[in-house]
T-cell receptor, first 116, second 114 residues
C-alpha cells in the first residue's frame, strides 16, 4: 500500500483565492511526522510545514496551514491568498518515528498553477 | 550557511560510464539520503545513512553504491550508467535519525544517460 497518496495531479487557483491540496497517509506507527515541500520550476525542494502525530493543533506557517484529520489519515495543505509565486509542485511526505533510519515517504506531487 | 551542497548540477553520461555525485552537509546531521525524482513518481529513496560507516538500501538501490566515511559527506556512485538512470537526483540530510525533523535538500543533479 502507498504510504502517501496525493490524488490531484494538477490544480488551478485564482490569484488571492485559497486552495487545498489533498494528502492521505498510511501508517500503523503512533508516532509520525507529516511534511509538505514546495518545488518551484527551478527545481529545489523547499520545506513548508510540519505536523506531528501528537500535535493537538493544526500547524500553521504564514499563509500555509495543515488541515490534520488523524482519524481520516489526511494532512491537507491549505494555501490562503494564493500568489503567482505559489505556482509549483507540492509534495506531501511522512516520516515514521518507530525506529532509527526512518525514511521519508513522498507522494507523487500536485502541480499548482495560480491564475492571475 | 551552506546547508546541503550537491554537485554537479547537470551531467551527461554515456551508457556504461561511471560517475560519482557528491553531497556534503555542514549541519552535523546524522541522517543523509539520496533520492531520485522521475515524472509522476515523486521521490524514491535510493540509499540512506544514519551515521558515519552505516549505510542501507532504500526502495531503488540497484545500480548505485554509497559510502559514508565522514558525517559530512555522502557520495552516490553510479557503477555503469544506463538510460534508465536518467533522472533528477537529490541528496537530503536530517538532524535526527529517530526524530521527526524535516529533511534539508541539496539543489539537485539532473543526469542524462545517452
Amino acid at each position: 500500500a502507498q504510504k502517501i497518496t496525493q490524488t490531484q495531479p494538477g490544480m488551478f487557483v485564482q490569484e488571492k483565492e485559497a486552495v487545498t491540496l489533498d494528502c492521505t497517509y498510511d501508517t500503523s506507527d503512533p508516532s509520525y511526522g507529516l511534511f509538505w515541500y514546495k518545488q518551484p520550476s527551478s527545481g529545489e525542494m523547499i520545506f513548508l510545514i510540519y505536523q506531528g502525530s501528537y500535535d493537538q493543533q493544526n500547524a500553521t506557517e504564514g499563509r500555509y496551514s495543515l488541515n490534520f484529520q488523524k482519524a481520516r489519515k489526511s494532512a491537507n495543505l491549505v494555501i490562503s491568498a494564493s500568489q503567482l509565486g505559489d505556482s509549483a509542485m507540492y509534495f506531501c511526505a511522512m516520516r515514521e518515528g518507530r525506529h532509527t533510519g526512518n525514511q521519508f515517504y513522498f507522494g507523487t506531487g500536485t502541480s499548482l498553477t495560480v491564475i492571475p | 550557511n551552506a546547508g546541503v551542497t550537491q554537485t554537479p548540477k547537470f551531467q551527461v553520461l554515456k551508457t556504461g560510464q561511471s560517475m560519482t555525485l557528491q553531497c556534503a552537509q555542514d549541519m552535523n546531521h546524522e541522517y543523509m539520503s539520496w533520492y531520485r525524482q522521475d515524472p509522476g513518481m515523486g521521490l524514491r529513496l535510493i540509499h540512506y545513512s544514519v551515521g558515519a560507516g552505516i549505510t542501507d538500501q532504500g526502495e531503488v538501490p540497484n545500480g548505485y553504491n554509497v559510502s559514508r566515511s565522514t558525517t559530512e559527506d555522502f557520495p552516490l556512485r553510479l557503477l555503469s550508467a544506463a538510460p534508465s538512470q536518467t533522472s533528477v537526483y537529490f541528496c537530503a540530510s536530517s538532524l535526527s535519525r529517530q526524530g521527526l525533523t524535516e529533511a534539508f535538500f541539496g539543489q539537485g543533479t539532473r543526469l542524462t544517460v545517452v
